[in-house]
């Protein structure tokens, strides 16, 4: 390990490139949303992408370990050290967006861009990303994306953001930029393609940034919708609402396609104030492309404030259609009614997914739940077909930790989210009273952080959720479920096939022989060399 007086010296070596040992930032920079890591010894800001790579060159020789971070909103551990303290290596100073070429139909951006930022830019061209952004509000940025799997707008459609990438680049432990995609070749004009030979772009891709630390990525665009509209519908019970969502998705009827457990959906209905209903009209009606059916739609949404929660009972569907036309939407509208109606389903007032595109990119008040309290979940990625079964086994688990969870005072619940035509996401989430994290005290805004107090510890609490969810992800791992955010907590590489295993490893030492970047991500640590 470094002394003091080595890391001061290293750090002045890295001249102009902005660094802080200041405390908070330190400790801010150390925890997620779920828990704490080992505090870092400083964190490095860099402006551009050579200065990040001269920084990783240096601090990656002089024997530190490198955490990248972007938006920091992870629940998995992705940038925590558990055990010797590193630097981590913030990217949020990347922010600029590099080549928007609406001609040929895709976007270069910092890896420390934000989703809000790369679609208010592509918006008055009349373009959009496929899968545009996260539901984690506007502080999510491109590199962390990338890096733990980022998805939820357009995801029932289009997969996931790293379903629409034509290339990186990315620095790596020795200071190299390396390109991907057509951009790693000699003489190319435009970014527009990705796999020209082997696919190089993909080891980077949901890495957590253990293979190297993304400064740009480039991604195809597509037309923004003409049309957009919204739907949402009640099922009696589990089996209908999945298979339900799964068809919906199956069909490619919609581009965002999501099921709220039934406590969800009372909480949800329920907490649509009628004046908050009627002071969001403007918002809702800005989502639309005419004026008048914007006014239509935000007085249909201050309706269901006034009646939703009377309404609003078992397990809920939410579409929200896309077409080119009119028509088209009519027609996806009306396939999605004849699917809901198929299983069982009744139609709801549409406010759940209207307003959640109407408020695309809010500030980071969820972080924290409607009381105060703290949350956090955890996800299986599988084949529709087997989304009973995970659902059978989270049912399993969360009867054998009811007692413990009760007890501790942790509520649970569930959603289901369609992701493309090929997967389901299943994700379980626990809320409990907790003492705050950092990022709990620093990412809402201040006037809504000043509603609540802050709880006292709970350790009792925390204890209890940390049980279930390492059940949880032993069982998901069992039924070989894939996940996103995948960090530290779930068993990356200790599931894979040992063949997979050993050339993943062999990557991992080729780019990266002193473990350096990230060490211990996705289990990918490996005996150093010199």
């Known amino acids: 390990m470094n002394s003091a007086s080595d890391l001061a010296g290293d750090l002045r070596a890295l001249g102009d490139v902005p660094v802080t040992t200041e405390t908070d930032a330190r400790i801010q920079c150390s925890a997620d949303i779920y828990s704490r890591g080992t505090t870092c010894l400083a964190v490095v800001r860099p402006r551009t992408a ?128 390396l390109r991907t995609g057509q951009a790693a070749f000699r003489g190319v004009r435009k970014p527009a393609y990705r796999t020209y030979g082997p696919d190089l772009t993909g080891p980077f891709v949901h890495d957590c940034g253990a293979l190297g630390i993304k400064t740009k990525a480039t991604f195809r665009v597509i037309r923004a919708p003409a049309a957009t509209g919204y739907a949402s519908y009640a099922f009696a019970d589990v089996e209908a609402a999945a298979a339900a969502l799964s068809e919906v998705a199956c069909a490619e009827l919609a581009e965002d396609a999501y099921v709220f457990d039934p406590p969800t959906t009372r909480n949800v209905f329920a907490g649509v104030d009628l004046r908050r209903a009627v002071r969001s009209l403007a918002g809702a009606a800005a989502g639309e492309s005419s004026t008048l059916r914007g ?82 979940a955890i996800n299986a990625k599988v084949a529709h077909s087997d989304a009973m079964a995970v659902h059978a086994a989270v049912d399993a688990i969360f009867a054998r930790h009811a007692a413990a969870l009760a007890d501790a005072g942790v509520r649970t619940k569930r959603m289901f989210i369609a992701l493309s035509n090929h997967s389901f ?28 107090p802050e709880p006292a510890a709970n350790p009792r609490a925390h204890a209890a959720v940390t049980a279930a969810r390492r059940d949880l992800v032993r069982a998901f791992a069992e039924l070989g479920a894939a996940s996103n955010q995948i960090g530290r907590l779930y068993p990356y590489a200790d599931s894979l096939d040992p063949a997979t295993k050993r050339l993943l490893l062999q990557l991992k030492r080729d780019l990266d022989p002193r473990d350096r970047m990230n060490p211990g991500v996705l289990g990918l640590a490996h005996a150093p060399t010199a």
């Open 425 to 452: 996401s299943y994700e379980p989430a626990f809320m409990w009273s907790d003492e705050w994290l950092p990022l709990h005290r620093s990412s809402p805004e201040p006037r809504h952080l000043a509603k609540f």
């Open 50 to 177: 050579d200065e990040l790579a001269r920084a990783v060159r240096h601090l990656a020789s002089a024997g530190y370990a490198l955490l990248p971070r972007g938006g920091g909103l992870t629940y998995s551990g992705g940038y925590l050290s558990e055990s010797e303290p590193g630097i981590v290596i913030d990217t949020s100073g990347l922010d600029r967006i590099v080549d928007l070429n609406p001609r040929d139909m895709y976007v270069t951006v910092e890896a420390g861009v934000t989703w809000r930022q790369i679609h208010e830019a592509l918006r008055p061209h009349g373009l959009r990303l496929p899968c545009f952004g996260t539901f984690s509000g506007a502080a999510a940025r491109v590199g962390g994306g990338l890096s733990s799997g980022a998805l939820f707008f357009g995801t029932a459609r289009y997969g996931t953001v790293a379903d629409s990438l034509l290339g990186l680049e990315v620095a790596l432990a020795d200071g190299t930029l």
């Open 295 to 376: 006014l239509a739609a935000a007085g249909r949404l201050a309706l269901s404030g006034a009646r939703g929660g009377a309404e609003a009972d078992g397990y809920s569907l939410h579409v929200v259609a896309a077409a080119r036309g009119a028509a088209g939407l009519k027609d996806d509208l009306a396939a999605c009614d004849a699917i809901a109606e198929r299983y069982g389903g009744r139609a709801l007032p549409d406010s759940v997914p209207r307003g959640a595109r109407a408020n695309l990119f809010p500030p980071l008040n969820d972080v924290l739940g409607a009381n105060g309290d703290r949350w956090v």
